[in-house]
């Protein structure tokens, strides 16, 4: 469904080892770094793709009000290995691993803000 999803930081390396750590447990892996920006996905020319940049109009990046950037993992350790790494460089606990019924019964996921306070979760949709 999705092209790509872009999230604005003030600090690029610092956001490169946060997602380098934090999509390996995903099978995403940076294919692209220049001045100002880096992507990831699964392979360079597939699609969907995750990018991160200083904001073009040269002002300071600030994470959306009510925005999530969700991650979908094939299984419930991989929600977990996802949280760890991103705990373990830099990020801020939102809500540890776990059901969420609300959602939907096998809705396992876990919450975090990445070092600019983006909010990001990672989410498997299966049973155990």
């Known amino acids: 469904m999705f092209s790509h999803a872009t999230l604005g930081t003030n600090d690029l390396p610092r956001a490169i080892a ?18 100002g920006e ?13 990018w991160l940049m200083r904001p073009i109009d040269g002002r300071p990046a600030s994470p ?3 925005a999530t950037l969700g991650f979908e993992a094939p299984d419930r350790a991989t929600v977990r290995a996802v949280h ?13 691993p776990g059901l969420r019924p609300h959602y939907h019964a096998d809705f396992y996921g876990a ?12 989410v498997c949709h299966r049973p155990e």
Do not use: I, M
């Open 84 to 96: 760890a790494a991103g705990l373990q460089h830099g990020g801020a606990e939102e809500g540890g």
């Open 111 to 122: 919450y975090l803000r990445d070092p600019d306070g983006n909010k990001l979760c990672c």
């Open 64 to 66: 959306g009000n009510g």
């Open 38 to 50: 880096a992507g990831y996905a699964r392979r360079p020319d597939a699609s969907p793709q995750f």
């Open 18 to 35: 946060f997602y380098d750590a934090l999509l390996a447990p995903l099978g995403l892996a940076r294919f692209h770094t220049a001045e």
